[in-house]
């Protein structure tokens, strides 16, 4: 998984805690991105970083804050966990911008109860 | 809204055939193109990609084309294995750092 790990891979949390995700990555790569996969939506962007303390709204990036301290590590914190929020979610890093294809990591697989 | 989408959301292939797999998009202004392999409690994993200018690229037994008149890409698969059953995920790249995903097709190989 090209030096991406997710931690931690599998959660089950009570609706209305917090909840923080976590990427790390060895590559050094510039762009990190958090995604989440449900059946018959493919993946989709939640929210991405284009460097330290960089970040941006993707396109569902309601519920969900990101930070970005350092270069290796993209945390992403669901503040109060909904039902809704249940989901596998998926760290991916790229090199460049505008045309690079994206490294995934494993998974977290999320259940919000 | 502009998207990226999958024709079909399974297929199902003997194995030894050759699998194609469809993908229509609709943004005629993305300038990028790939194509993603994704196994079972896996992450996705790149396959091929393909840039706006061309219409074909190989790949160790894969070929990715791109048509843009009529806004049509397809990943062929040769003699198709059963390493070769996953989703498969086509994805496009407006010009920006992001990418935008299909639903993702299913290949189940059959023996």
């Known amino acids: 998984d090209a030096g991406i790990t997710q931690s931690p891979r599998h959660k089950v949390t009570e609706t209305g805690t917090p909840v923080t995700l976590r990427c790390h990555q060895t590559e050094n790569h510039r762009y990190m991105y958090w995604y989440r996969q449900d059946p018959g939506h493919g993946l989709r962007l939640i929210h991405y970083?284009?460097?330290?303390?960089?970040?941006d709204k993707g396109e569902v990036s309601d519920g969900y804050s990101v930070s970005r301290s350092k270069t290796e590590d993209f945390l992403l914190t669901l503040e109060s966990a909904t039902s809704s929020q249940t989901s596998v979610y998926f760290c991916?890093?790229?090199?460049?911008?505008?045309?690079?294809?994206?490294?995934f990591g494993p998974g977290t697989r999320l259940t919000v109860t | 809204g502009e998207s990226v989408g999958l024709h079909l959301p399974t297929l199902s292939v003997q194995e030894g055939d050759n699998s194609i797999i469809n993908c229509a998009y609709s943004n005629s202004a993305s300038d990028y193109f790939i194509w993603y392999k994704q196994e079972s409690g896996k992450g996705p994993q790149f396959i091929i990609d393909i840039r706006s200018n061309m219409d074909k690229r190989q790949g160790q037994r894969v070929t990715v084309l791109l048509n843009k008149t009529v806004k049509h890409l397809s990943l062929q698969i040769a003699a198709t294995q059963p390493g070769d059953s996953a989703v498969y995920f086509c994805a496009e790249n407006r010009g920006d750092y992001k990418l935008s995903f299909g639903a993702g097709t299913t290949v189940t190989v059959r023996a």
């Open positions: 991916a890093i790229s090199e460049v911008a505008g045309g690079s294809e994206q490294y």
């Open positions: 970083s284009y460097g330290v303390k960089d970040t």
